[in-house]
C-alpha cells in the first residue's frame, strides 16, 4: 500500500505541473486609430487640463445632483435588469467552481454488508453454504489525471466566461446608470416644456381677447381674430403633449427604479438640476479597452482560446485512477482487527484510435475563435465611433447653445416691436403672429440644446467607461 500511496503522490504533482494545449493567447490589434479624430468638431474637445479621465471617477462624484443620486442607488438595489445579471454572474462564479474541482480527486466514504448463500451442489461441500460479508471503504473513483491539460483548458474557459459576464454586469450597470440620468434630464427639460406652453396658452388667450375686443369695435378684421385664436388652439397642443411626456417620463423612472419615485426627487426643470463633473477623454483611443463591453469581449475571446486547447487534448490519451484503500470482514467485529485491510488500485488508459467527430471539434473551436476576435474588434470600432461622436457633440454644443440663446433674444425683441406695430396700427397682425411664432420654437429649441448639452456629458462619461462603481 505504501508504493500505492507514491504512486499516487506522484501523479498528483504531475497533475498540478501539467501544461496546457491551448494557444498562446495575444490580444488582436485594435482595429482603430491611435488618437481621436481631429477637425472643426473636435477643436473643444480635446483633453481638459487637470481633468480625471471616466473610468477613474465614481458615479457619485459625477453627479451632483442628490436627488438623482437617490434615485440611481434605488435603481441599484432593486432594478430586474442589473438583479439578473448579478445573478448570471453567480451562475459563472459555481460553473467555473464546478471546473475548477474537477482537476481534483473525489473522495468517498462507503460502508456496506453482503449475505449470500450458495446451493450445495455449486458450494463443493455437501451443504449450501451462506456467507457474510462487510466492508468499509475510502477511495478515488475515476479520476481523470489531467497530463494533457483538458480539464485544465475547460476550467480556463469556464473563469473566463464567469470574467465576462462580471463585466456584462459592469456593463448594464453603466447602461442603468445612464438611463436613469438622461431620462431624469429629459422629464426635467419636458416639464420646463410644459411650463413654457401653459405661459403661451395664457399669454395668446390674453392677446386673443385683446384681438377679439378690437374687433368688436371695428378697429380689428374677424381674419386677426381667428389667427390669434389658432395660436391659442397650438399651444393647448402643446400643453397637452408636454403633459403627457411628463407622466410617460415619470413612468420610466419608475420601471428602472423598481419602485415608484417620490415625487420631491423629480426635477422641476433642467435648471434645476446640479451640473456634472468635468471629465477628460484622454489623448489615446487605448482608454477603450478599459471598457466593461470590451473586456467581455476580450474575455469571450479568451475562453474560445481555451476550448481549442480541450479539443486538442481530445485526440490524446485520456488516464484516469480509481483506488480504494478500507477493511473487510465476514463478521461485523473482525471489521478493524488486524489483517482485515483491503486495498485496490486500478489505473485506466483510453486511447482514441478514431473519431471523426474530434477533427470536426477541433475545427469548430477554431472558427469559434476567429468569431470571438471579430466581435471583439467589432466592439471596439462600436466604442470608438461612440466616443467620437460625443466629442463630436461636446467639441460643438457650446456654440450652438449661444447661438440658440441669441435667437431667443432676437426673437423676443422682434416680437415686442411686432406687437407694438400692430397696436398702433402700422403692421397687420400677420406679422405677430409669425414674430409670436419664432419666439416659441426658439425657446423650445433653447429648452431642447439644453437637454442635448447635459445628456451628451452623460453620454461621453458612459462611453468612456465611467459609472461602474
Not at 475571446?301 to 480504494?324: C, D, H, V, Y
Amino acid at each position: 500500500m505504501n508504493g500505492s500511496l507514491l504512486v499516487l503522490l506522484s501523479l498528483i504533482v504531475t497533475l498540478l505541473s501539467g501544461c496546457t494545449m491551448a494557444p498562446k493567447y495575444s490580444r488582436p490589434e485594435a482595429p482603430v486609430p491611435a488618437a481621436w479624430p481631429s477637425g472643426p468638431a473636435y477643436e473643444d474637445s480635446q483633453a481638459v487640463p487637470g481633468a480625471p479621465e471616466a473610468s477613474a471617477v465614481r458615479w457619485r462624484d459625477f453627479f451632483s445632483d442628490e436627488r438623482l443620486h437617490k434615485i440611481i442607488e434605488t435603481a441599484l438595489h432593486n432594478n430586474l435588469n442589473l438583479r439578473l445579471a448579478a445573478l448570471n454572474v453567480e451562475m459563472a462564479r459555481a460553473i467555473y467552481g464546478i471546473r475548477r474541482v474537477e482537476l481534483l480527486p473525489t473522495l468517498d466514504g462507503s460502508a456496506s454488508y453482503v449475505k449470500s448463500r450458495v446451493p450445495a451442489d455449486l458450494s463443493g461441500k455437501d451443504h449450501a453454504v451462506t456467507a457474510d460479508a462487510y466492508d468499509v471503504n475510502l477511495g478515488i473513483a475515476a479520476w481523470e489525471i489531467d497530463f494533457f491539460g483538458r480539464l485544465r483548458s475547460l476550467k480556463d474557459k469556464a473563469l473566463e466566461e464567469y470574467l465576462a459576464t462580471e463585466q456584462a454586469r459592469r456593463s448594464v450597470q453603466i447602461s442603468l446608470i445612464s438611463d436613469i440620468a438622461r431620462i431624469y434630464l429629459l422629464l426635467g427639460a419636458d416639464r420646463e416644456r410644459l411650463d413654457l406652453a401653459r405661459s403661451t396658452v395664457e399669454t395668446q388667450q390674453t392677446v386673443y381677447e385683446l384681438v377679439r375686443r378690437r374687433h368688436e369695435v371695428g378697429l380689428a378684421p374677424e381674419l386677426d381674430v381667428r389667427q390669434a385664436q389658432t395660436r391659442v388652439e397650438a399651444a393647448r397642443v402643446d400643453e397637452a403633449r408636454y403633459t403627457r411626456l411628463v407622466a410617460e417620463g415619470e413612468n420610466a423612472l419608475n420601471l428602472l427604479a423598481g419602485t415608484p419615485v417620490a415625487s420631491e426627487l423629480l426635477p422641476a426643470d433642467l435648471s434645476s438640476i446640479g451640473s456634472n463633473l468635468e471629465i477628460s477623454p484622454g489623448l489615446s483611443s487605448e482608454v477603450l479597452l478599459r471598457r466593461p463591453d470590451i473586456l467581455q469581449a476580450e474575455s469571450m475571446l479568451k475562453a474560445a482560446n481555451a476550448n481549442i486547447g480541450a479539443a486538442r487534448a481530445a485526440f490524446f490519451p485520456r488516464i484516469s485512477l480509481t483506488a480504494a484503500f478500507g477493511t473487510a470482514s465476514g463478521e461485523l467485529a473482525g471489521l478493524f482487527k488486524a489483517g482485515s485491510s483491503a486495498w485496490t488500485f486500478a489505473p485506466q488508459i483510453v486511447m482514441p484510435i478514431f473519431d471523426a467527430r474530434t477533427w470536426w471539434a477541433l475545427k469548430a473551436t477554431k472558427v469559434d475563435r476567429e468569431i470571438a476576435v471579430t466581435e471583439y474588434q467589432k466592439t471596439i470600432q462600436t466604442a470608438f465611433r461612440e466616443v467620437a461622436d460625443a466629442l463630436a457633440l461636446f467639441g460643438t454644443v457650446d456654440e450652438q447653445l449661444t447661438a440658440q440663446q441669441s435667437l431667443v433674444d432676437a426673437s423676443a425683441a422682434t416680437y415686442r416691436l411686432s406687437n407694438a406695430r400692430y397696436m398702433k396700427g402700422i403692421d397687420n397682425f400677420l406679422g405677430v403672429l409669425d414674430s409670436q411664432r419664432s419666439l416659441y420654437e426658439a425657446q423650445q429649441a433653447l429648452i431642447g440644446t439644453r437637454l442635448v448639452r447635459l445628456t451628451n456629458q452623460v453620454r461621453l462619461y458612459a462611453v468612456l467607461g465611467g459609472g461602474s462603481d
